[in-house]
């Protein structure tokens, strides 16, 4: 099981942290993945890390903004957002697989998913 926190209403330039905590086998060998979703819009990928947290991919949209990080011995997961913008808003989902590697970045290929915390950008 997935669970994601961390999420709130922020001001543009603003920062977030949003976490995961994860329960189960599936997190210690499974990459990570941060998707979101905004209304109107299919989910999309923010970002993945590596099952060691020593790879990442990001979206093109976040770089230099967004950094992922987890944290294996505690079972969790962290998606640090800085300079955030409006277009940010969504709500945002973490998710992982046993067989998923970092640079699956499509959101069919993971089968556990958090229930998502609302992320709010004002402008």
């Known amino acids: 099981q997935l669970q994601a926190s961390g999420g709130g209403l922020v001001q543009a330039g603003g920062s977030l942290r949003l976490s995961c905590a994860a329960s189960g086998d599936s997190f210690s060998i499974g990459a990570m993945g941060w998707f979101r979703q905004a209304p109107g819009k299919e989910r999309e990928v923010v970002g993945t890390?590596?099952?060691?947290?020593?790879?990442?991919v990001y979206a093109d949209s976040v770089k230099g903004r967004f950094t992922i990080t987890r944290d294996n011995a505690k079972n969790m997961v962290y998606l640090q957002m800085n300079s955030l913008k409006p277009e940010d808003t969504a709500v945002y989902y973490c998710?992982?697989?046993?067989?998923?590697?970092?640079?699956?970045?499509?959101?069919?290929?993971?089968?556990?998913w958090g229930q998502g915390t609302q992320v709010t950008v004002s402008s």
């Open positions: 998710a992982t697989d046993p067989t998923a590697s970092y640079y699956d970045t499509r959101a069919t290929r993971y089968d556990y």
């Open positions: 890390i590596s099952r060691g947290g020593d790879a990442t």
